[in-house]
Structure formats: structure tokens, C-alpha cells
């Protein structure tokens, strides 16, 4: 129904005096449905099919994950400043796109070659890191910078309803065909083809005129947005944040440990943050472009602090797991689209590509490195300390950013 | 705009045709929708009994309608006839009688069920587990089970996060610890604390006390030898998985990891306990699974076959001779 509104840039300006979300929004939010589904199915299943399907020792696994988070952090960057110097962001994610499903194939053909299938997850990541930006700076064009929290509440809700159905197709095509990993990954494959023509076809580029030289855009002047105040402040607030805020895991972690959930029901908890992050991002959104992006971004550092506290002794029982996993879902819904919906009008429009991928880029080596920190805390001070220190770098850091991370626009 | 609509269609249609053809014919390709394979004999007069003794109990991976049922020869015949029951599992061991099937069970989630059975393969218990089902032991007399799943796609977020869980089950006191990771771990002489500790491969001595089990954590793997009582875990030595302790309770036959790239990295090894040597078994080819002993002399285990399933060999454990193929088609083996 929605896919059918998509429309031609000009028509786009007609959707915002109307106040709806533009088309070229919803139409890659459909990409990324899709997407993730088929991203989603892969990630589900590829741990089993490594270390059961090939008999891989966990260790190499653990190995090849390594890779993962370092290639998308690099080409980031690379990619976002290419998108912005040819003026060509839709051709920039579709080639990320494309990879990413050519490396579906790419999964069955490498069999049980473990470098073959180590170049053929890079390219993965590569193609998940070359479309991040640039998708983004698409849904920040192509809409009214008034309702741009809104817009990427839509895009973050329908790319969460992927990432829901992914692993259970996954797990469900697993459980037709026993063992049947390459069916997984060829329907994958398909899913993947599908988002890459949904792109071509319902996607309008936003291209700005060319930059004069091609000095105006180059990762120099990517690094260079960094002068602009409010900019560097988001940049630098969002990495001290990422910093502060240990994985997912760790949630679910003590969630289970607190209320000693049977294991067969471990796996739903993700679910609930899922699910709570699914509804509200629209709402989130709203809330964001009426009361101001950056304070809803705080805001939603305080909600994952209340989700902390409630999870080192604050509540108990039913009430425990209700308002915990609603807190962190609204963690969510109100910092990952609502982080780029701030940044977005910031930026230049000929860097808006580059601008994101610093962002992005930065926030994402920070959680990296929080979570390696995290580890080491635990090894070092066992649990108890390392929740903790957790609590009060969480609390002490979004109380700075509260008093003195004033963004000025 | 009609136009790109259509073409959307179009496509999903071609997509979703591809994609539902390729898994049809994947599974008409499964094990269980196979003709029975004609050079595998089975004995259809006898029922499979696990308080028979000088039985070699597996888990039958033929192709055909019986594929993934518990099945037995004799031990002095092997590649003899099988008797096949009707119990499905996807792990199973046998001790003192009776047994314990690991099996996959339906769910949107992988799932499993530990299913403990009497003698006649009757169920007398089951206990519900996370996961794909990988490993499942008992102790000599029975009263300690031990089990192995792995779990995937915990997190939504985080990619590629994996663990496993390991379970024990005191079948005398009717105790079960579904998740043992949290059990006090000794690097050395140092307490150690972690956020990746992973346990796999659980083997249990004959005084149900004393257990190993292998724990993966810090990008290492050790051999661990466990105290149930004092309920604690030492580390032995590294890169010793699926440990499986030997009759006499002296050795454990163990898989050690000799390559650094590649699949199928493993050679099975036995570790003498008192003198912590280790030596290679004449079996060059890679053995992932978690060994049994079929006597004092004699280490079973499975390796995959050429021809999509698996087969059931045995090895001297004192790393002499050569290996033998016990049973064609078979995997999980276990003797009464």
C-alpha cells in the first residue's frame, strides 16, 4: 500500500505541505525490510552453520566475527564521501546493496574454504557499510526538516520489522529442511534481490549539484565537518555515550539471571526490546521534532539508565522484565533515528553523505570499544563490579551531557 | 508509475517462485524421504533393548523412513543386521540400562528436548532445552546426565553472538542445573571471571562426582575436571575438547585441535590422567564429536561419510593399529 505512494522527487514536495512522510522514505524503508529480513536469516543461523554444518572450531568463529566490525567501520567512511563527490547516494547503497546479496551466493559457493568464506563475510560487511550513510542521507533529503525525527521513526520501525522476521524464517526454513543451511542462505539471496530491485525501482536519487572541486569533497572535508560546532558536540557526545553503554547482551544477561528464566525462553527477550523499539519509533520521532531531537536523544540515555538501575535490584519479578525491556526499547527508539534526524540538518547538503558516516562511524567504534572494556572489567572484578562501573559511567556521563551537551540548533 | 509496480510484482513473483522452488527440492532431498537403501540390513524380529548387553547403540543415519531412529547391532558383528526402534533422536547414550535422546523439537526458535527412556526405550522423563542439540552423556550407573546445546540468535543487535549451554541433571536427587556456566571457575590458581564462558562436553566419573567438561573462554579452550559436590571447576590443560572418560576412569579420549585455518581442524587423542601425556590415535581424519569407549581398549566415535550421512568407526586407544569402520550409516554410538 505504501510502496504504491512512492513518487517522483517532485511530488515529494506535495507530501511535505501535506505533512505525510515522503514516498522515497517509505520506499526505503521497504528496502530495508527486506533487507533485513534477508540479512537477519544469515545472522541467525550462520554460527550453527560454521560451527555444526562445517565443523568449525567456536574459536575461528569468533575469529571471523572479529573481522566483521572493523571492515564496516572503515569503508563507512570511504563510502560516504564517495556518495557525496559523485553526487550518486542511490548508486553508492545500491552497489552496497548488491554486494551484500551477491555474498549470499557467496556463502554456499565458499562451502567449507575458511577463507573463502571469511573474503565472502567481509564483502557482506562491506555492503552493509557502503549503504548505511548514504541511505540515510536520502531519507534526510528527502524530507521536510521539520518532521525529519518522524521520518527516520518510520524508516528505523520498518527496518525493525525485518530484523523481527528474519531469524524466524530463518529458524523455520531450518526446521523444514534439517541441515539445510544453503536453503537459508539462497532464500536470503532472494529476499536480499528483491530489496535491490525494490531500490532501483521506487527510489529516487537526491542529487545536489556537483561540488566545484573535488577538493570540497574528500574525506578531508568529511573530518572537516568536525569544525562546525554543533556538529563536533553531537559527534563527541554521541561517542562518549557509546562509550557508556554496554551490548544488549549484558541486558538480557542479568535479566535471565535475575528472574532465572527458563533457557528455552531466553531467546525471546530481544523480542520485547524489539517490539517496544518497533512501536514507539514513530511516536519517539514525533516527540523528537516537536520537543528537540537532542533532548529526546538524552532523554532516551536516561530511560537506559532507569533500565539499568531496574536491573541491579530495583524491581523484581513481572515488573522487572515489563519496565526493564520497555526502557530499553525506548532506549532505542529514542537515540537511533533520532541521532541522525539532529545531525542531519547540520550538515551541508553536498556532505550530508560523509557527515553521517562520521557519525556513524564514530558511535560504532565507541560501542566496540565499551563492549571490549565491559569484558575486560568483568574478567578483571568479576560481574557485580563490572555492572557497576557500568551504572555510574552510564549515570555520570548522561548527566554531563544533560548539563553542558547544549546543542544550539 | 503502473508500470514499476507491475515490474515489482513481477519479480517477487519470480523471487518467491526460486525461492520456494529451491526449498521443495531441498526437501525432497531429506534423509527420511529417501528410499531405504537395500545393502543396509536391518533385523526387523528384534527390538532394540538397552539392558541387552554386548549391544552397540547408535543412531541410525541410513536413508530412508527410518533415518534418525536409535538403532543396535552386535558388538561382535557390527556391520551386522540392525534392529531399529521407533524413538528419534539426534544424540543419544546408553548406561546401565537406560538412556538419554537429545532431539530437536518444533518451535519458531531452535529448541530441544532431553528425553530420558527405561530399557525398552519407553519415556520416563523429559526436561525442555534452548538450542540445537550437540552432545549427551551418562555417568557409568546412570544417575548423572549431562548435555549439550547450542544456542544462536540470542541477540538482535549484537551479530553473531553464540554460546552454548550445558546442562546437568542429577537423576537421584532430581536436581537439574539447566545452564552450568556459572559454576566457579580456577585458571591456574586464580578464580576466573568472564562474560564468554562457554562450557561443552561433559563426561562423569563412576563416584557421580567428578566430572570434565571442556570451557571455552578469552579466546581459549580448557580441560576442566569438576567437583559436583563442592560444585567447582579446575583447569587442567588447554585444547582438550569432548573429553570422555575411559571405563577405568584413568584416561580421556579427546579431540585437540592441530589446525589453525580451515574446517575440521581435530585429531582424537587419549590423555593419560596421571601422567598428563597425550597420544595421537591412528585415526588421521578429523573427529568432531565427543568419543565413547566401547572397553578399555577400544574408542568409537562418528565421521561423516561421502556420501551426505555418517559413519560409525572405532580406534585402539593406545594410538596403535588402524582404524575400523564399525557401522556404515550409523552416528552417536554407545554401548550397553
Redesign the interface.
Known amino acids: 500500500m505504501y510502496?504504491?505512494s512512492a513518487?517522483s522527487g517532485l511530488s515529494d514536495m506535495d507530501g511535505r505541505k501535506q505533512g505525510r512522510v515522503a514516498g522515497n522514505v517509505l520506499a526505503l524503508g521497504a528496502v530495508s525490510l527486506v533487507t533485513d529480513i534477508s540479512s537477519?536469516m544469515v545472522?541467525?543461523?550462520?554460527?550453527?552453520y560454521l560451527?555444526?554444518g562445517?565443523?568449525?572450531?567456536?574459536?575461528?568463529?569468533?575469529v571471523l566475527?572479529g573481522l566483521?566490525s572493523g571492515v564496516t567501520a572503515i569503508v563507512r567512511v570511504f563510502g560516504g564521501t564517495l556518495a557525496d563527490r559523485w553526487q550518486r547516494r542511490k548508486l553508492v547503497a545500491g552497489v552496497g546493496y548488491g554486494v551484500s546479496a551477491a555474498a549470499k551466493l557467496g556463502l554456499i559457493a565458499a562451502a567449507?574454504?575458511?577463507?573463502a568464506l571469511g573474503l565472502v563475510l567481509a564483502a557482506d560487511r562491506t555492503g552493509k557499510g557502503l549503504r548505511t550513510a548514504p541511505r540515510d542521507a536520502l531519507i534526510s533529503l528527502s524530507s521536510n526538516p521539520d518532521t525529519l525525527g518522524r521520518a527516520f521513526g518510520v524508516h528505523r520501525a520498518m527496518d525493525t520489522v525485518g530484523?523481527?522476521l528474519g531469524?524466524?524464517a530463518?529458524?523455520?526454513?531450518?526446521?523444514?529442511?534439517?541441515g539445510?543451511y544453503?536453503?537459508v542462505f539462497?532464500?536470503s539471496f532472494?529476499?536480499a534481490?528483491?530489496g535491490v530491485?525494490?531500490l532501483g525501482?521506487?527510489v529516487t536519487d537526491q542529487r545536489r549539484p556537483m561540488p566545484a572541486s573535488s577538493s570540497a569533497v574528500s574525506l578531508r572535508a568529511a573530518f572537516g565537518l568536525l569544525r562546525d560546532k554543533d556538529f563536533r558536540r553531537i559527534c563527541c557526545w554521541a561517542v562518549v555515550l557509546g562509550l557508556v553503554t554496554v551490548?544488549?547482551?549484558?541486558v538480557?544477561?542479568l535479566l535471565q539471571k535475575r528472574l532465572d528464566i527458563?533457557?528455552?525462553?531466553?531467546?525471546?527477550l530481544?523480542?520485547g526490546?524489539?517490539g517496544v523499539y518497533l512501536l514507539l519509533a514513530v511516536p519517539m520521532g514525533r516527540l523528537a521534532d516537536r520537543f528537540g531531537r537532542w533532548r529526546v536523544f538524552v532523554a532516551g540515555h536516561v530511560s537506559l539508565l532507569v533500565a539499568y538501575v531496574l536491573l541491579v535490584g530495583a524491581a523484581d519479578g513481572v515488573l522487572l522484565l515489563v519496565t526493564s525491556l520497555a526502557a530499553h526499547g525506548i532506549f532505542y527508539a529514542c537515540t537511533d533515528g533520532v541521532l541522525m534526524a539532529a545531525a542531519g540538518p547540520l550538515l551541508p547538503a553536498e556532505l550530508k553523505t560523509s557527515g553521517m558516516a562520521l557519525l556513524q562511524t564514530g558511535q560504532a567504534l565507541a560501542k566496540l570499544f565499551s563492549s571490549v572494556l565491559?569484558?575486560a572489567a568483568?574478567?578483571?572484578?568479576?560481574?557485580g563490579t563490572?555492572v557497576t562501573l557500568a551504572l555510574v559511567a552510564l549515570a555520570a556521563a548522561t548527566l554531563a551531557v544533560a548539563l553542558f551537551g547544549r546543542i544550539a540548533r | 508509475?503502473t508500470k514499476?509496480?507491475l515490474?515489482?510484482l513481477l519479480?517477487?513473483l519470480l523471487?518467491?517462485g526460486?525461492?520456494i522452488t529451491?526449498?521443495v527440492h531441498?526437501?525432497g532431498e531429506?534423509p527420511d524421504r529417501q528410499q531405504a537403501d537395500a545393502s543396509v540390513l536391518v533385523d526387523r524380529s528384534g527390538a532394540v533393548r538397552l539392558d541387552e548387553p554386548g549391544r552397540l547403540v547408535f543412531r541410525n543415519t541410513a536413508p530412508g523412513p527410518d533415518h534418525g531412529k536409535v538403532a543396535s547391532v552386535s558388538l561382535a558383528d557390527p556391520t551386522g543386521p540392525r534392529r531399529i526402534s521407533g524413538l528419534s533422536c539426534d544424540r543419544f547414550y546408553v548406561s546401565a540400562g537406560a538412556g538419554l535422546c537429545l532431539a530437536?523439537a518444533?518451535?519458531?526458535?531452535?529448541?530441544a528436548v532431553a528425553v530420558f527412556v527405561d530399557k525398552d526405550l519407553r519415556e520416563v522423563r523429559r526436561v525442555?532445552?534452548?538450542?540445537?542439540p550437540?552432545r549427551a552423556k551418562l555417568s557409568p550407573d546412570g544417575t548423572m546426565a549431562s548435555w549439550t546445546t547450542?544456542?544462536?540468535?540470542?541477540?538482535?543487535?549484537?551479530?553473531?553472538?553464540?554460546s552454548?549451554?550445558t546442562g546437568i541433571m542429577d537423576r537421584a536427587q532430581d536436581q537439574l542445573y539447566?545452564?552450568i556456566e556459572g559454576i566457579p571457575l580456577f585458571l591456574g590458581s586464580e578464580r576466573?571471571?568472564?562474560?564468554?564462558i562457554?562450557y561443552w562436553g561433559v563426561t562423569f566419573a563412576q563416584d557421580n562426582k567428578h566430572f570434565y567438561a571442556t570451557v571455552?573462554t578469552?579466546?581459549?579452550?580448557h580441560l576442566v575436571s569438576g567437583d559436583y559436590d563442592t560444585w567447582d571447576a579446575r583447569a587442567l590443560r588447554e585444547n582438550a575438547e569432548c573429553p570422555s572418560l575411559s571405563p577405568d576412569g584413568k584416561r580421556l579420549a579427546f579431540k585437540k585441535?592441530v589446525s589453525?585455518?580451515?574446517?575440521?581442524?581435530?585429531r582424537e587423542h587419549v590423555l593419560d590422567l596421571a601422567t598428563m601425556t597425550e597420544t595421537p590415535l591412528a585415526e588421521t581424519r578429523?573427529v568432531?564429536d565427543q568419543a565413547v569407549w566401547l572397553d578399555a581398549r577400544t574408542v568409537a566415535y562418528s565421521l561423516p561419510n561421502e556420501r551426505g550421512g555418517s559413519d560409525v568407526w572405532g580406534a585402539p586407544a593406545d594410538g596403535s593399529g588402524a582404524p575400523r569402520l564399525l557401522v556404515p550409516w550409523g552416528a552417536s554410538p554407545a554401548s550397553t
Not at chain 1, 378 to 383: D, Q, Y
Open positions: 510502496i504504491a513518487r537477519e545472522t541467525a543461523v550462520l554460527p550453527l560451527v555444526l562445517l565443523g568449525f572450531s567456536p574459536l575461528q568463529f569468533g566475527d566483521y567449507g574454504s575458511a577463507t530484523a523481527f531469524p524466524l530463518a529458524f523455520l526454513l531450518l526446521w523444514t529442511v534439517a539445510g544453503d536453503t539462497f532464500v532472494c529476499f534481490v528483491l530491485v525494490l525501482l521506487f551490548g544488549d547482551a549484558f538480557y544477561l527458563a533457557p528455552e525462553y531466553f531467546a525471546i530481544p523480542l526490546t524489539a565491559f569484558g568483568w574478567t578483571l572484578w568479576g560481574m563490572a | 508509475m514499476r509496480i515490474l515489482a519479480t517477487t523471487l518467491a526460486a525461492a529451491y526449498t531441498a526437501m531429506r530437536s518444533p518451535g519458531p526458535l531452535p529448541s525442555e532445552l534452548a538450542g540445537v550437540n547450542f544456542v544462536t540468535g540470542d541477540t538482535y543487535t549484537q551479530p553473531g553472538t553464540f552454548t549451554r539447566s545452564n576466573h571471571h568472564a562474560e564468554d562457554n571455552a578469552g579466546g581459549r579452550t585441535r589453525t585455518d580451515g574446517a575440521r581442524p581435530w578429523s568432531d
